[in-house]
């Protein structure tokens, strides 16, 4: 077989002169371009300055035809230096070529021709298929939505600054802060409190800060209230009911009514959730 004969070789300089056409155009310098316009102008006067009147050409022609000189050649070297970025600009980068066509998958394309699974196959089947993934779908944008509406409550929540129950956890809260100061005494001690919750399974916490005047609290502040939880709404709204029945039976030893008995008042003591005085 005919062997194909070698590329031939390049040019000689092919080189050089490809590494200085892509290697960048640099301007001269003020004092580069005024050298070389004295010299071109001392050539093209140089007959004039070899004359009688050499000094006073020197003195009046040089300089003027050096500045034309000189202006020319810089315009000269910076359209070059534009020539050359120009030259050297590298190409713009290829269009992106469009994406193929989508390929069913080896499980989607099987589908169809499993008996018992979508049924006998064919349009109805893929439609069945197109039917689910519509639904997953749907879900998913549904369970998104509730998602975020969960999110914006959780937030106005926290913004208002309630008590935020934690997960399994049932809350409900009592304000106690214009009761009369013997009773927000009373409750603020854990025996009472302790027989509530050996009652209703709920635990009870007073928290906040009493105001005698609303209109001196600063920002952020709560009145003094009584926190509840528990595990179900039963438990709570039953410690509820118990505190709130303990207040007002020990708001009411605080009066003193004339003709109501001691039997009816009760007696000054600790408070037994079981009876309510």
Same mark, same amino acid.
């Given at each position: #077989? !005919?062997?194909? $004969? +070698? &590329? @031939? %070789?390049? /040019?000689?300089?092919?080189?050089?002169?490809?590494?200085?056409?892509?290697?960048?155009?640099?301007?001269?310098?003020?004092?580069?371009?005024?050298?070389?316009?004295?010299?071109?102008?001392?050539?093209?006067?140089?007959?004039?300055?070899?004359?009688?009147?050499?000094?006073?050409?020197?003195?009046?022609?040089?300089?003027?035809?050096?500045?034309?000189?000189?202006?020319?050649?810089?315009?000269?070297?910076?359209?070059?230096?534009?020539?050359?970025? #120009? !030259?050297?600009? $590298? +190409? &713009? @980068? %290829?269009? /992106?070529?469009?994406?193929?066509?989508?390929?069913?998958?080896?499980?989607?394309?099987?589908?169809?021709?499993?008996?018992?699974?979508?049924?006998?196959?064919?349009?109805?089947?893929?439609?069945?298929?197109?039917?689910?993934?519509?639904?997953?779908?749907?879900?998913?944008?549904?369970?998104?939505?509730?998602?975020?509406?969960?999110?914006?409550?959780?937030?106005?929540?926290?913004?208002?600054?309630?008590?935020?129950?934690?997960?399994?956890?049932?809350?409900?809260?009592?304000?106690?802060?214009?009761?009369?100061?013997?009773?927000?005494?009373?409750?603020?001690?854990?025996?009472?409190?302790?027989?509530?919750?050996?009652?209703?399974?709920?635990?009870?916490?007073?928290?906040?800060?009493?105001?005698?005047?609303?209109?001196?609290?600063?920002?952020?502040?709560?009145?003094?209230?009584?926190?509840?939880?528990?595990?179900?709404?039963?438990?709570?709204?039953?410690?509820?009911?118990?505190?709130?029945?303990?207040?007002?039976?020990?708001?009411?030893?605080?009066?003193?009514?004339?003709?109501?008995?001691?039997?009816?008042?009760?007696?000054?003591?600790?408070?037994?959730?079981?009876?309510?005085?």
């Amino acid at each position: #077989a !005919a062997v194909a $004969p +070698p &590329p @031939p %070789p390049p /040019p000689p300089g092919a080189g050089a002169a490809a590494a200085k056409a892509a290697a960048p155009h640099k301007l001269k310098t003020d004092f580069e371009l005024e050298e070389e316009a004295r010299r071109m102008a001392e050539k093209t006067l140089q007959s004039l300055l070899e004359g009688e009147n050499g000094d006073a050409v020197r003195e009046k022609q040089l300089p003027a035809l050096t500045a034309k000189l000189k202006e020319k050649l810089r315009k000269a070297d910076e359209e070059q230096a534009q020539q050359a970025a #120009a !030259a050297a600009k $590298p +190409p &713009p @980068p %290829p269009k /992106p070529t469009a994406p193929p066509p989508p390929v069913d998958s080896p499980l989607l394309k099987a589908l169809p021709l499993v008996p018992g699974v979508l049924g006998v196959g064919g349009k109805q089947d893929m439609s069945m298929v197109v039917k689910s993934m519509e639904q997953l779908q749907d879900k998913a944008s549904k369970t998104i939505q509730q998602t975020q509406q969960e999110a914006a409550e959780m937030a106005a929540l926290i913004a208002s600054g309630s008590t935020i129950a934690p997960m399994g956890k049932f809350m409900e809260e009592f304000e106690i802060n214009d009761y009369p100061q013997i009773a927000r005494q009373k409750i603020s001690h854990r025996e009472p409190l302790l027989a509530i919750e050996e009652m209703t399974g709920a635990k009870c916490w007073v928290k906040g800060q009493y105001f005698a005047d609303e209109r001196k609290m600063p920002d952020g502040a709560r009145k003094l209230y009584v926190e509840i939880s528990g595990p179900t709404t039963i438990s709570v709204q039953k410690a509820k009911y118990e505190v709130k029945k303990m207040m007002e039976a020990l708001a009411i030893r605080t009066l003193n009514i004339p003709g109501v008995s001691r039997a009816v008042m009760g007696t000054p003591g600790r408070y037994d959730p079981a009876v309510g005085m």
